[in-house]
T-cell receptor
Framework: GEDVEQSLFLSVREGDSSVINCTYT??????LYWYKQEPGAGLQLLTY?????DMKQDQRLTVLLNKKDKHLSLRIADTQTGDSAIYFC??????????????FGQGTTLQVKP | ETGVTQTPRHLVMGMTNKKSLKCEQH?????MYWYKQSAKKPLELMFV???????ENNSVPSRFSPECPNSSHLFLHLHTLQPEDSALYLC?????????????FGQGTRLTVV
């Protein structure tokens, strides 16, 4: 079955770049996503990338997709303490682009130290 | 505020109790979902409703019973739960199923079964 894996924890200093990595198994996924979950809150869609793209940049966020290796990464430039949260990688199930039917990784806890 | 409201935010129940979780969305979406988020595990999709019909049930035990009386409301009825059912239950909604549609999540109900 489909599987999404992430490292569980990342700690960086404020102002540094953070890179969160993810591997997935379903090569037919149309979209891949990054969600953010702050303490006590639900999930918030941060960004997404269409499967025929290699890179997407959105302000401080850069998403890189390596389809051959089924590897997705999220780079946060100039990381701030407000970026401390759990970041989830997710793939859409099959060819559906509907973000409701997603397969999530375990989440990477990002700790930003002042 | 994401437009998806879940109540209660916290719930403690005994194994013989019956309780219900409520989700309400004011976004005009036509699909709603229940996810389970357990510690150190990926989010698990439990149920999918589209146009008020259940279209997916991911092998969820019968002690969880969903109900979608209209497109704005989704319930999860709970009875005779087990301690391992303690988790954060997240509701989400989206517009559409076959094309890209961002899912909006509620803040979740933190359930503790004692």
């Amino acid at each position: 079955g489909e599987d999404v894996e992430q490292s569980l924890f990342l700690s960086v200093r404020e102002g540094d770049s953070s890179v969160i990595n993810c591997t997935y198994t379903d090569s037919s996924s149309t979209y891949l996503y990054w969600y953010k979950q702050e303490p006590g809150a639900g999930l918030q869609l941060l960004t997404y990338i269409f499967s025929n793209m290699d890179m997407k940049q959105d302000q401080r966020l850069t998403v890189l997709l390596n389809k051959k290796d089924k590897h997705l990464s999220l780079r946060i430039a100039d990381t701030q303490t407000g970026d401390s949260a759990i970041y989830f990688c997710a793939e859409s199930e099959g060819r559906s682009g509907n973000t409701g039917k997603l397969i999530f990784g375990q989440g990477t806890t990002l700790q930003v130290k002042p | 505020e994401t437009g998806v409201t879940q109540t209660p935010r916290h719930l403690v129940m005994g194994m013989t109790n019956k309780k219900s979780l409520k989700c309400e969305q004011h976004l005009g979406h036509n699909a709603m979902y229940w996810y389970k988020q357990s510690a150190k595990k990926p989010l698990e999709l439990m149920f999918v409703y589209s146009l008020e019909e259940r279209v997916e049930n991911n092998s969820v035990p019968s002690r969880f019973s969903p109900e979608c009386p209209n497109s704005s409301h989704l319930f999860l009825h709970l009875h005779t739960l087990q301690p391992e059912d303690s988790a954060l239950y997240l509701c989400a909604s989206s517009q559409g199923q076959g094309v890209f549609a961002e899912a909006f999540f509620g803040q979740g109900t933190r359930l503790t079964v004692v």
